[in-house]
């Protein structure tokens, strides 16, 4: 069973709360946070679709922007000391942009959006040495767009 908690409203999203009794999918739950704000979020939306309408402008109905996709990005804590284990990430989730012209395609642009990621989970003795789940408690908190840059070393 998955229980949603803290969001009042659609204009109060940028943060969600979630219980478990069960592990939760944590690279799908990001994705799945980051597409409604996409699509409900008012501000989220908007600033969305100001970063493709470029891309749409210029190359119409040779665009197309691919689907969310999460990578774990930073992890600056994982820690556990049964019976619970505690973790603190960030996440980029990014959807390409797909532009086609004339016998080719580019990708000239990924949206990126930035994740943080907490989840707390505690356990009970099994028999031996099982761990049974009894909560997981994740926490999405959406920090914005982010443009990556690559630096060489």
Known sequence: MIATQGIADAKDATIVKKESDTEFDVPKEVVTFVKQLVEKHPETKAKHASMIAPFEEKYGGNFRADPFVATEWLVPEYSTKLPETNYEG???????????????????????????????????????????????????????FVDVTFTPK
């Open 90 to 144: 960030v996440y980029l989730v990014t959807s390409r942009m797909f532009c086609g012209f004339r016998r080719g395609y580019t990708i000239p642009y990924h949206i990126i959006a930035k994740v943080a990621v907490t989840e707390h989970s505690d356990y009970k003795a099994g028999e031996g040495d099982e761990l049974i789940l009894v909560r997981s408690m994740l926490t999405l908190q959406f920090d914005g």
